[in-house]
C-alpha cells in the first residue's frame, strides 16, 4: 500500500484533549497547542506509554507517566524534574508525523520518500466556497480500503447491489463510460441521456445526466453529478487504512446554496444514503470474511472491469501513462 497523504480525523474532533487515530497501522496521537496541530506516533520513547492518553499544554503534548513533554516536531521539551538541555531534547524526541489540515479535515503522511507531494491532493468543489458542505464520518469498517474504492468507482453494482436506490436491474438504461488516466490518479465519466431509475436518483439528482469519478491515489475518491445547470452534488470521500481487514471512510458532501438550509439538506441527503450505506458496508465486510476464509484476494476481471487493475496500481504505489484510454457502451 501506498503510505501518502491520508486522512486522519475531522477537524472538530482535535480539540482540548489528544486524539489517537490508527492509520495504516500505525497509532497516531493528533492535538493541539498553540492553535498548532500536531502528530506524533502514539508512543512515548521514554517508557512507551500511549501519549494519546496524556494532556495539552502550552508548547506541546505531556505524557500522564512521567510528565515528558513534546513539542508539535517531536522534540522532548520537558523533563520534570531535571534540567533538559537543546541537543539532549532532541535525542529525546518522540516521533513526528506530517500532518496537514484542510477544509475540515486532518491528514497525516506516514512516508516521507521524494513521491509524496507536501501537500495532499484535494480537488475543487471541496471547500470551495459558494457551496454547502457536510461531513459525515461513518467510524471503523470491515474490509479493506482499496475495495471500498473500488466499489465506489465500479458503477456497475449500482443496478445489482443498490437496485431500486441509485439504479434497477430490470430498467438498465443505455451509457457512454469514458475513462481518463492520470499518472497519480483515474476517471471514468458516466454520460446518459436520462437521469439514473432508482427512487434516490430521481428524487435528489433530477435532471442528471453526466457524472465523474476520480480516484486520486492513495485515497480519495470524487464524484461529481451534475444536470444541465451545473452541479447537483458531489461527494468527496477518504478512505483510510486502519488494520489489514479494517479502514476507516470520511466523506464531504458538497451541494449548491439553495432554498433548503444547509442543516435540512444534510440530514435529508444522510437519510436517503443510509440503506446504500448499510448495504456497500455489509458487501465490503462480506468480501473481507471470504477473503480471509481462502487466504487471498484472487478477482477475475469481466468485460465491466476496466479500473480495477489500474486502481489497485495506483493504490500500490505505481503510475499511468496520461490519456483517455477507454470509451465503453453498456447498460446500467
Same mark, same amino acid.
Given at each position: 500500500m501506498h503510505l501518502g497523504w491520508q486522512m486522519a480525523a475531522l477537524s472538530r474532533d482535535v480539540r482540548r484533549r489528544p486524539v489517537q487515530r490508527v492509520v495504516a497501522g @500505525?497509532?497516531?496521537?493528533?492535538?493541539?497547542?498553540?492553535?498548532?496541530?500536531?502528530?506524533?506516533?502514539?508512543?512515548?520513547? /521514554?517508557?512507551? #506509554?500511549?501519549?494519546?492518553?496524556?494532556?495539552?499544554?502550552?508548547?506541546g503534548l505531556t505524557c500522564p507517566y512521567h510528565g515528558w513533554r513534546f513539542a508539535a516536531d =517531536?522534540?522532548?521539551?520537558?523533563? $520534570?524534574?531535571?534540567?533538559?538541555?537543546?541537543?539532549?531534547?532532541?535525542?529525546?524526541?518522540?516521533? $513526528?508525523?506530517?500532518?496537514y489540515e484542510a477544509h475540515g479535515a486532518v491528514f497525516v503522511r506516514l512516508a516521507d520518500t521524494?513521491? @509524496?507531494p507536501a501537500a495532499p491532493t484535494?480537488?475543487?468543489? +471541496?471547500?470551495?466556497?459558494? +457551496?454547502? *458542505? +457536510?461531513?459525515?464520518?461513518?467510524?471503523?469498517?470491515?474490509?479493506t480500503a482499496f475495495d471500498a474504492i473500488e466499489? @465506489?468507482?465500479?458503477? +456497475? /453494482?449500482?443496478?445489482?447491489? /443498490?437496485?431500486? #436506490?441509485?439504479?434497477?436491474r430490470?430498467?438498465?438504461q443505455p451509457v457512454t463510460l469514458t475513462v481518463e488516466n492520470f499518472e497519480r490518479g483515474i476517471e471514468m465519466m458516466i454520460d446518459q441521456s436520462q437521469p439514473d431509475s432508482g427512487i434516490m436518483s430521481r428524487l435528489l439528482e433530477g435532471e442528471r445526466t453526466r457524472s465523474r469519478t476520480r480516484y486520486d491515489a492513495p485515497a480519495a475518491v470524487q464524484a461529481v453529478?451534475?444536470?444541465? *445547470? =451545473?452541479?447537483?452534488?458531489c461527494v468527496t470521500a477518504f478512505f483510510t487504512p486502519v488494520g489489514k481487514h479494517s479502514f476507516r471512510p470520511f466523506a464531504c458532501f458538497t451541494t449548491p446554496h439553495g432554498i433548503l438550509p444547509a442543516v435540512v439538506k444534510q440530514w435529508g441527503l444522510k437519510a436517503f444514503l443510509m440503506p446504500v450505506v448499510k448495504q456497500d458496508r455489509s458487501a465490503l465486510a462480506a468480501q473481507a470474511e471470504v477473503v480471509a476464509r481462502f487466504g487471498a484476494m484472487r478477482y477475475a476481471q469481466g468485460p465491466g472491469d476496466i479500473l480495477g487493475n489500474r486502481i489497485h496500481r495506483l493504490y500500490q504505489g505505481g503510475a499511468l501513462t496520461p490519456g483517455i484510454t477507454d470509451r465503453l457502451a453498456a447498460d446500467l
Open positions: @500505525v497509532p497516531v496521537a493528533l492535538f493541539r497547542s498553540n492553535g498548532r496541530i500536531g502528530a506524533l506516533v502514539d508512543r512515548c520513547p /521514554h517508557r512507551n #506509554f500511549p501519549l494519546s492518553q496524556g494532556r495539552v499544554a502550552e508548547n =517531536g522534540t522532548c521539551v520537558a523533563v $520534570p524534574g531535571c534540567t533538559l538541555g537543546e541537543a539532549e531534547g532532541r535525542r529525546l524526541s518522540a516521533k $513526528p508525523v506530517a500532518v521524494p513521491d @509524496v484535494l480537488r475543487a468543489p +471541496f471547500g470551495s466556497d459558494g +457551496f454547502d *458542505h +457536510f461531513w459525515w464520518d461513518q467510524g471503523e469498517w470491515r474490509g466499489n @465506489v468507482m465500479d458503477p +456497475f /453494482h449500482t443496478s445489482e447491489l /443498490h437496485h431500486g #436506490f441509485i439504479r434497477r430490470d430498467r438498465r453529478w451534475e444536470s444541465r *445547470h =451545473g452541479l447537483t452534488l
